[in-house]
T-cell receptor
Framework: GDSVTQMEGPVTLSEEAFLTINCTYT??????LFWYVQYPGEGLQLLLK?????DKGSNKGFEATYRKETTSFHLEKGSVQVSDSAVYFC???????????FGDGTTLTVKP | GAVVSQHPSRVICKSGTSVKIECRSL??????MFWYRQFPKKSLMLMAT?????????EQGVEKDKFLINHASLTLSTLTVTSAHPEDSSFYIC???????????FGAGTRLSVL
């Protein structure tokens, strides 16, 4: 079946440090890939997405590139801020309007 | 656009009582709604998939008689935790999708505490 494996946390960084959170997947078919972010006490919200190979999703300084050859969708940000502290979930969806498969989440803490 | 409202945000109840959680898509008609349970420092556990006018599809290991899901309209799904017990205490999150997107739009979650 479909699965998503993401980097175990927690990840602790100093402000302005470079961030990478690894995500790899296995899927039948051609999935769409997503990163969701969950701030403390809240639900998840979409951070960025990519729907086909070599697409790059970007939002709020975060980027991730859909790499079919390595089945990866790593999340990166060049300079993190304290406000980026949250839990980040990598996910995939194979069918339109269908359910998604989520990774276990990676907790990021950014210290001033 | 694509706002999902979940209510209540927090509920405390006595053991043996039932609790209803509502999930509404405010500005779109939801093709499908999903219910998740999230344990502390754990990932999302999909409980069930809900389509308007049909019975929910429950994931393996989820008791459908305990977690009743009703999807009466394209904008509203409810989860009722029946005869709640302390082990049902958790963070419950709903999400909705709108065709043809596969993006999930999440509610803010409901923190259930059963005493």
């Amino acid at each position: 079946g479909d699965s998503v494996t993401q980097m175990e946390g927690p990840v602790t960084l100093s402000e302005e440090a470079f961030l990478t959170i690894n995500c790899t997947y296995t899927a039948t078919g051609y999935p769409s890939l997503f990163w969701y972010v969950q701030y403390p006490g809240e639900g998840l919200q979409l951070l960025l997405k990519a729907t086909k190979a070599d697409d790059k999703g970007s939002n709020k300084g975060f980027e991730a590139t859909y790499r079919k050859e390595t089945t990866s969708f790593h999340l990166e940000k060049g300079s993190v801020q304290v406000s980026d502290s949250a839990v980040y979930f990598c996910a995939l969806s194979v069918t339109n309007a269908g359910k998604s498969t989520f990774g276990d989440g990676t907790t990021l803490t950014v210290k001033p | 656009g694509a706002v999902v409202s979940q209510h209540p945000s927090r509920v405390i109840c006595k053991s043996g009582t039932s609790v209803k959680i509502e999930c509404r898509s405010l500005d779109f008609q939801a093709t499908t709604m999903f219910w998740y349970r999230q344990f502390p420092k754990k990932s999302l556990m999909l409980m069930a998939t809900s389509n308007e006018g049909s019975k929910a599809t429950y994931e393996q290991g989820v008791e459908k008689d305990k977690f009743l899901i009703n999807h009466a309209s394209l904008t509203l799904s409810t989860l009722t935790v029946t005869s709640a017990h302390p082990e049902d205490s958790s963070f419950y999150i709903c999400s909705a999708t709108r065709s043809p997107e596969s993006i999930q739009y999440f509610g803010a979650g409901t923190r259930l505490s059963v005493l």
